[in-house]
């Protein structure tokens, strides 16, 4: 007879074995150094330059992700905290990345082309250091969703998503974050010694356009003597009196 803890472990084993890769993904909440954002004023304000560079902080490195994006790929999105709107995620195909140092032991690296279709043009994650530049008007979801002025208190957000791994920054007074320029005319925001945030932030879906409510029914007056025909006659009768 097995002993009961023998049982307890079986268990444990065989739940962790069939429990499915997304119920095991782990957020990864990381400082950005610098967070920028660049829009075309001369082109109505799309999108001209993305940028973050993500440093941990003094004696620690950054969690490599568990499944190699030269293997699932990866995603990538700049966005703003808390403002509603269609935040798309920019596509990191798995042929683009390359290891760095063997099998990737040292991290790996996107290389894109920086076009409307492939906007990161370099994405870097190592232990030391993660970073992504993107290009063009698909860079961000500018002008709308993504705007400037940002609202410090709530934030501009970025994630890279790789596997089961969501790396996340966040720039906002709640990580202490240093604005620098939030300048609408000029389409340009910049940000820089944010500290992790407590959650990755999320993106938040388009608002939902409420469903009008129909008018009520306009009843139907009632005659005065319960019907046409019976006040007709209760008239007519009021006359020969």
């Not at 356009?209 to 008018?215: A, L």
């Amino acid at each position: 007879m097995k002993h009961p803890k023998t049982w307890v472990w079986l268990v444990a084993s065989s739940i962790a074995l069939a429990a499915p890769i997304s119920a095991l993904a782990v957020d990864i909440k990381v400082p950005a150094k610098v967070h920028l954002i660049k829009q075309d004023k001369n082109a109505g304000y799309v999108g001209k330059l993305a940028k973050i560079v993500n440093k941990p902080v003094p004696q620690t490195t950054f969690t490599l992700p568990a499944s190699p994006p030269t293997t699932v790929g990866g995603t990538l999105k700049f966005f703003k905290v808390g403002t509603p709107g269609v935040w798309e995620d920019l596509s990191l195909p798995f042929n683009q990345w390359i290891p760095l140092g063997p099998g990737g032991s040292k991290g790996y690296k996107y290389r894109g082309a920086g076009s409307l279709t492939d906007p990161c043009k370099t994405v870097i994650v190592k232990a030391k250091v993660i970073k992504a530049i993107c290009k063009g008007p698909n860079s961000t979801d500018s002008p709308s969703p993504y705007s400037i002025p940002v609202n410090p208190a709530l934030g501009a957000a970025w994630e890279l998503v790789i596997g089961g791994d969501k790396y996340c920054a966040e720039s906002s007074t709640a990580t202490a974050a240093q604005v620098k320029i939030n300048d609408g005319t000029k389409g340009i925001y910049k940000a820089i010694k944010a500290n992790a945030p407590v959650a990755c932030p999320i993106a938040i879906g388009p608002s939902a356009t409420p469903t009008p409510t129909p008018p009520a029914a306009t009843p139907t007056p009632t005659p005065p003597y319960g019907s046409a025909s019976k006040a007709f006659l209760n008239q007519a009768k009021g006359l020969l009196e």
